[in-house]
């Protein structure tokens, strides 16, 4: 039972343009949201959040929407730069961030040069 | 910057033998949860800690795997006997009692021949 998925594995786009990375869950008692980047043989480092009571939210280079309706989120990175290119994954919870976590399979974004 | 400190980073051990991973969380974090994480796959939570008591291990392997926090500090997450489907990467995190933040370590690589 796969309560958040991340659809595609891979993802490739040119350095410069922007980087679109989707979610989605199932559960709909999951009222926080988070963004991780995974570097290999290194633990997931947080990225950005959102909560269920926003639509959106931005942290310079990174946005983050949610769409209740559809139970959908997504990542917007703009623009993409090669650092940038790491595995993504799309985590939820309930009690605002401070239990356990459900995680998506991960996206791995490649950044072309 | 306050960090989760975890150790090993690797290893690697033969099947049948104990094995053992240490966590250090962030001072002052309450809560303490080991994940693992199957290449390819997303972390999946294994065990989550409130001060010293255990609050959700129903993804442990309770046959084989064991977590303690004896002084609701640092914690212990031990395989025995490991088997070569153990092999993965095992995650620490911790979050403060109250409010967000919710932090991983760096992780421990598995590797059971």
């Known amino acids: 039972d796969q309560q958040v998925k991340q659809n595609s594995p891979s993802l490739s786009v040119q350095e410069g343009r922007i980087s679109i990375l989707n979610c989605d869950y199932t559960?709909?008692?999951?009222?926080?949201f988070l963004w991780y980047k995974k570097y290999p043989a290194e633990g997931p480092t947080f990225l950005i959040s959102i909560s269920s009571i926003k639509d959106k939210n931005e942290d310079g280079r990174f946005t983050v929407f949610l769409n209740k309706s559809a139970k959908h989120l997504s990542l917007h990175i703009v623009p993409s730069q090669p650092g940038d290119s790491a595995v993504y994954f799309c985590a939820a919870n309930t009690n605002f961030g401070n239990e356990k976590l459900t995680f998506g399979t991960g996206t791995r974004l490649t950044i072309i040069p | 910057e306050a960090e989760v400190a975890q150790s090993p980073r690797y290893k690697i051990t033969e099947k049948s033998q104990a094995v053992a991973f240490w966590c250090d969380p962030i001072s002052g974090h309450a809560t303490l949860y080991w994940y693992r994480q199957i290449l390819g796959q997303g972390p999946e939570l294994l065990v989550q800690?409130?001060?010293?008591?255990?609050?959700?291990d129903s993804q442990l392997p309770k046959d084989r795997f064991s977590a303690e926090r004896l002084k609701g500090v640092d914690s212990t997450l031990k395989i025995q006997p490991a088997e070569l489907g153990d092999s993965a990467m095992y995650l620490c995190a911790s979050s403060p009692r109250q409010g967000r933040g919710y932090t991983f370590g760096s992780g421990t690589r598995l590797t059971v021949v």
């Open positions: 559960n709909s008692m999951f009222d926080y």
């Open positions: 800690f409130q001060d010293e008591s255990v609050v959700d």
